[in-house]
Protein backbone atom coordinates (compact mmCIF):
# COMPACT_ATOMS: atom_id res chain seq x y z
CA UNK A 1 0.00 0.00 0.00
CA UNK A 2 2.96 2.41 1.05
CA UNK A 3 4.55 1.64 -2.72
CA UNK A 4 1.36 2.25 -4.25
CA UNK A 5 0.49 5.81 -2.34
CA UNK A 6 4.28 6.88 -3.49
CA UNK A 7 3.60 6.20 -7.04
CA UNK A 8 0.12 8.36 -7.01
CA UNK A 9 2.33 10.73 -5.18
CA UNK A 10 4.56 11.16 -8.02
CA UNK A 11 2.03 13.49 -10.07
CA UNK A 12 1.21 15.85 -7.34
CA UNK A 13 4.81 16.02 -6.44
CA UNK A 14 5.62 16.93 -10.07
CA UNK A 15 2.89 19.45 -10.72
CA UNK A 16 3.39 21.39 -7.35
CA UNK A 17 7.64 21.71 -8.34
CA UNK A 18 6.18 23.66 -11.26
CA UNK A 19 3.58 25.88 -9.77
CA UNK A 20 4.55 29.28 -9.53
CA UNK A 21 6.05 31.04 -6.16
CA UNK A 22 7.55 29.73 -2.63
CA UNK A 23 4.80 28.33 -1.16
CA UNK A 24 4.74 25.68 -3.89
CA UNK A 25 8.39 24.96 -3.49
CA UNK A 26 7.16 23.69 0.07
CA UNK A 27 4.25 22.10 -1.13
CA UNK A 28 6.54 19.92 -3.47
CA UNK A 29 9.02 19.41 -0.66
CA UNK A 30 6.19 18.25 2.06
CA UNK A 31 5.37 15.73 -0.96
CA UNK A 32 8.64 14.42 -1.88
CA UNK A 33 9.51 14.16 1.80
CA UNK A 34 6.14 12.03 2.47
CA UNK A 35 7.38 10.14 -1.00
CA UNK A 36 10.71 9.09 0.25
CA UNK A 37 9.46 8.01 3.89
CA UNK A 38 6.96 5.71 2.90
CA UNK A 39 9.77 4.32 0.97
CA UNK A 40 11.70 3.93 4.25
CA UNK A 41 8.92 2.62 6.50
CA UNK A 42 7.88 0.06 3.27
CA UNK A 43 11.27 -1.56 3.55
CA UNK A 44 11.06 -1.45 7.60
CA UNK A 45 7.70 -2.58 7.81
CA UNK A 46 8.44 -5.12 5.29
CA UNK A 47 11.62 -6.58 6.89
CA UNK A 48 10.30 -6.30 10.36
CA UNK A 49 7.02 -8.08 9.57
CA UNK A 50 8.44 -10.64 6.55
CA UNK A 51 5.61 -9.03 4.11
CA UNK A 52 8.28 -9.18 1.22
CA UNK A 53 5.90 -9.53 -2.03
CA UNK A 54 6.78 -10.55 -5.08
CA UNK A 55 4.61 -7.19 -6.37
CA UNK A 56 7.04 -5.28 -3.64
CA UNK A 57 10.31 -6.51 -5.46
CA UNK A 58 9.06 -5.22 -8.66
CA UNK A 59 7.54 -2.31 -7.15
CA UNK A 60 9.14 -0.29 -4.74
CA UNK A 61 12.29 -0.40 -6.97
CA UNK A 62 9.63 1.76 -10.10
CA UNK A 63 8.27 4.14 -7.70
CA UNK A 64 11.64 5.39 -6.55
CA UNK A 65 12.87 5.74 -9.45
CA UNK A 66 9.74 7.36 -10.26
CA UNK A 67 9.99 9.82 -7.45
CA UNK A 68 13.72 10.90 -7.66
CA UNK A 69 13.43 10.79 -11.45
CA UNK A 70 10.41 13.31 -11.40
CA UNK A 71 12.48 15.13 -9.47
CA UNK A 72 15.62 15.17 -11.63
CA UNK A 73 13.64 15.45 -14.83
CA UNK A 74 12.03 18.31 -13.56
CA UNK A 75 14.94 20.01 -12.18
CA UNK A 76 16.37 19.63 -14.98
CA UNK A 77 13.56 21.63 -17.05
CA UNK A 78 13.36 24.59 -14.31
CA UNK A 79 16.93 24.48 -15.61
CA UNK A 80 17.56 24.79 -11.59
CA UNK A 81 20.04 21.39 -12.22
CA UNK A 82 21.95 20.72 -15.33
CA UNK A 83 20.54 17.63 -17.27
CA UNK A 84 23.86 16.14 -17.70
CA UNK A 85 23.61 15.21 -13.67
CA UNK A 86 19.82 13.65 -14.42
CA UNK A 87 21.07 11.65 -17.07
CA UNK A 88 24.65 10.02 -15.39
CA UNK A 89 21.91 9.13 -12.42
CA UNK A 90 19.06 8.14 -13.95
CA UNK A 91 21.13 6.22 -16.76
CA UNK A 92 23.06 4.40 -13.78
CA UNK A 93 20.18 3.44 -12.39
CA UNK A 94 18.25 1.53 -15.94
CA UNK A 95 21.28 0.08 -16.28
CA UNK A 96 21.56 -1.73 -13.40
CA UNK A 97 17.66 -2.22 -13.26
CA UNK A 98 18.86 -4.22 -16.55
CA UNK A 99 21.37 -5.83 -15.01
CA UNK A 100 19.51 -6.79 -12.07
CA UNK A 101 17.10 -8.76 -15.00
CA UNK A 102 20.17 -9.46 -16.72
CA UNK A 103 21.48 -12.10 -13.71
CA UNK A 104 18.44 -12.78 -12.26
CA UNK A 105 18.53 -15.95 -12.84
CA UNK A 106 21.72 -16.62 -11.57
CA UNK A 107 20.82 -14.95 -8.06
CA UNK A 108 20.21 -11.92 -6.61
CA UNK A 109 22.93 -9.12 -5.59
CA UNK A 110 21.53 -8.02 -2.45
CA UNK A 111 21.76 -3.43 -2.04
CA UNK A 112 24.83 -2.50 -0.80
CA UNK A 113 25.96 -0.07 2.01
CA UNK A 114 27.18 2.47 -0.96
CA UNK A 115 23.37 2.11 -2.54
CA UNK A 116 22.14 3.23 0.52
CA UNK A 117 24.91 6.12 0.81
CA UNK A 118 23.67 6.67 -2.63
CA UNK A 119 20.30 6.52 -2.37
CA UNK A 120 20.46 9.08 1.05
CA UNK A 121 22.94 11.54 -1.07
CA UNK A 122 20.06 11.85 -3.93
CA UNK A 123 17.51 12.58 -1.64
CA UNK A 124 19.51 15.20 0.48
CA UNK A 125 20.97 16.80 -2.91
CA UNK A 126 17.07 16.82 -4.29
CA UNK A 127 15.71 18.23 -1.48
CA UNK A 128 18.61 21.13 -1.52
CA UNK A 129 17.50 21.86 -4.76
CA UNK A 130 13.83 22.32 -4.11
CA UNK A 131 13.88 24.37 -0.98
CA UNK A 132 14.42 28.15 -2.14
CA UNK A 133 17.39 29.69 -1.48
CA UNK A 134 19.97 27.23 -0.38
CA UNK A 135 23.28 28.48 -1.97
CA UNK A 136 24.19 26.83 -4.94
CA UNK A 137 27.77 26.00 -3.41
CA UNK A 138 25.82 23.33 -0.84
CA UNK A 139 23.63 21.96 -3.62
CA UNK A 140 26.52 21.59 -5.90
CA UNK A 141 28.46 19.75 -2.84
CA UNK A 142 25.84 17.80 -2.04
CA UNK A 143 24.47 16.61 -5.95
CA UNK A 144 28.60 16.21 -6.44
CA UNK A 145 28.90 14.11 -3.46
CA UNK A 146 25.83 12.16 -5.28
CA UNK A 147 26.85 11.93 -8.76
CA UNK A 148 30.29 10.22 -7.50
CA UNK A 149 28.32 7.54 -4.62
CA UNK A 150 26.07 7.13 -7.70
CA UNK A 151 28.60 6.01 -10.84
CA UNK A 152 30.79 4.11 -8.25
CA UNK A 153 27.87 2.00 -6.58
CA UNK A 154 26.95 1.23 -10.43
CA UNK A 155 30.38 -0.21 -11.41
CA UNK A 156 30.86 -2.16 -8.17
CA UNK A 157 27.45 -3.14 -9.07
CA UNK A 158 28.51 -4.18 -12.67
CA UNK A 159 31.44 -5.82 -11.11
CA UNK A 160 29.20 -8.01 -8.70
CA UNK A 161 26.83 -9.19 -11.44
CA UNK A 162 29.51 -10.29 -13.82
CA UNK A 163 31.17 -12.31 -10.50
CA UNK A 164 27.82 -13.64 -10.01
CA UNK A 165 27.66 -14.87 -13.04
CA UNK A 166 31.34 -16.31 -13.21
CA UNK A 167 30.41 -17.96 -9.95
CA UNK A 168 26.81 -19.62 -11.19
CA UNK A 169 28.92 -20.58 -14.41
CA UNK A 170 31.52 -22.75 -12.44
CA UNK A 171 28.88 -24.13 -10.31
CA UNK A 172 27.26 -25.68 -13.37
CA UNK A 173 30.77 -26.83 -15.15
CA UNK A 174 30.87 -24.24 -17.42
Same mark, same amino acid.
Given at each position: ??????????? *?????? *?????? =?? =?????? *????? *??? &????????????????????????????????????????????????????????????????????????? &???????????????????????????????????????????? &??????????????????
Amino acid at each position: MLTVLRLALVP *FFFVSL *FLPGPT =WR =WVALGV *FAVGS *FTD &YLDGELARRYGLITDFGKIADPIADKALTGAALVGLSILQELPWWVTVVILGRELGVTLLRFWVIRHGVIPAS &YGGKVKTVLQMAAIVLYIVPGVPDIVRWTVMGAAVVVTVATGVD &YVWRAVKLRQVARKARGE
